[in-house]
């Protein structure tokens, strides 16, 4: 059984920076496409960032227009742990924040459709304030 617990959110002052981790556990974590979601309230639940095995030794990265540049998403394979590194965070970035594994293999196409995951973690709340 897939289990994802996510952890590191909390209130942070715009232009700071914030790790999120996802403790990850049940699956094949190197060859999972893994990623993050988040649902600001009263909102849909976005796309944020995703990373897909490459068939070789490494990972693509994938990212929303929002969080590129300020977000890097990485897996630490030792840990079997999911990161999403956070900086020059802005007040918009408010949202619970779900770690996620992809059902399969997605196309690129598919990697910001909620539909697309398979697993979810129960989120981490991050709020940036003044």
């Known amino acids: 059984q897939v289990q994802l617990v996510e952890s590191g959110g909390t209130m942070v002052q715009p232009g700071g920076s914030l790790r999120l981790a996802c403790a990850s556990s049940?699956?094949?974590?190197?060859?999972?496409?893994m990623g993050w979601f988040r649902q600001a309230q009263g909102k849909e639940r976005e796309f944020v960032a995703a990373?897909?095995?490459?068939?070789?030794?490494?990972?693509?990265?994938y990212y929303s227009d929002p969080v590129r540049g300020r977000f890097t998403i990485s897996k630490d394979y030792a840990a079997n742990t999911l990161y999403l590194q956070m900086n020059s965070l802005k007040p918009e970035d408010t949202a619970l924040y779900y770690c996620?594994?992809?059902?399969?293999?997605?196309?690129?196409?598919?990697?910001?459709?909620?539909?697309?995951?398979?697993?979810w973690g129960q989120g981490t709340q991050v709020t940036v304030s003044s």
């Open positions: 996620e594994r992809y059902r399969g293999s997605p196309i690129l196409s598919s990697l910001w459709v909620p539909e697309s995951v398979d697993t």
């Open positions: 049940g699956h094949n974590f190197r060859t999972s496409a």
């Open positions: 990373v897909r095995w490459n068939g070789g030794s490494g990972s693509n990265s």
